[in-house]
């Protein structure tokens, strides 16, 4: 529970960083969780650098952009070296990176779960499958795997009180903005009533007007014909 806390506080904390715009004249709030996210791509590119062989695979074997990620991961190295030296930072992003590990565990029980489920479904299969057998014989397969890696993440117990709680607290957030579009409605429809009130009453003065109008013209054409 006091994981799934901090998961939800920290996803949503912001450091008082102001970071200036392409042209130094904007600035904008940068949050724990994107400097988190720099941090990560740093140490991927350093990490690129280091490995010949993915290296070598990312750029083709083409000696000059393996020389222009080795430039760009030196770089990336200092600046990396700069915000890890922020021990509040780091331990920062230690948390959030298991919150989001957390979120993606939760993600991935209810796929599982689903595709055991529809393995176990003779009818839903055949339909899924289009009576393929080796296609349901394959699916088959990947929920075995699939209940195995379930079965274990399920026995932590301190995972599924975190899903538990984000469960929850999505749920409590869907329920909060769809009661402030029901209000946003109401009160639209309230608008809307209350023009469509003046409308109505602006166009029964002008039905007036024009048989008024109308009953004029009617009256001068009688005596007209009268004469």
């Known amino acids: 529970m006091q994981f799934s806390s901090l998961f939800i506080s920290l996803m949503l904390s912001t450091a008082v960083v102001a970071k200036g715009g392409k042209n130094g004249t904007s600035t904008k709030a940068v949050t724990d969780k994107s400097l988190c996210k720099e941090m990560a791509s740093l140490t991927k590119l ?5 490995n010949t062989t993915k290296l070598e695979e990312k750029t083709k074997n083409n000696a000059t952009k393996i020389a222009d990620i080795q430039a760009k ?3 990336a190295s200092t ?3 700069t915000m890890e030296s922020n021990t509040t930072l780091t331990a920062t992003c230690a948390v959030i990176a298991a919150a989001a590990q957390t979120e993606d565990d939760c993600s991935s029980m209810k796929s599982l779960q689903k595709l055991i489920t ?6 839903k299969l055949a339909e899924k499958t289009k009576n393929n057998a080796t296609k349901a014989d394959a699916i088959t397969a990947k929920a075995a795997k699939a209940q195995t890696k379930l079965d274990a993440l399920m026995s932590n117990s301190t995972l599924m009180s975190a899903c538990e709680t984000i469960a929850t607290t999505k749920a409590a957030e869907k329920t909060s903005k769809n009661s402030t579009k029901a209000a946003a409605a109401s009160a639209s ?3 809307s009533a209350a023009s469509a009130s003046a409308t109505a009453k602006s166009g029964a003065s002008m039905l007036d007007a024009k048989a008024g109008l109308l009953s004029t013209v009617v009256i001068v054409a009688a005596g007209m014909m009268m004469l």
């Open 46 to 50: 350093v990490n690129l650098a280091a």
């Open 73 to 75: 991961a030196s770089e």
């Open 79 to 81: 600046k990396l070296t």
């Open 118 to 123: 529809l393995a176990a479904n003779a009818t």
């Open 189 to 191: 429809s309230s608008a």
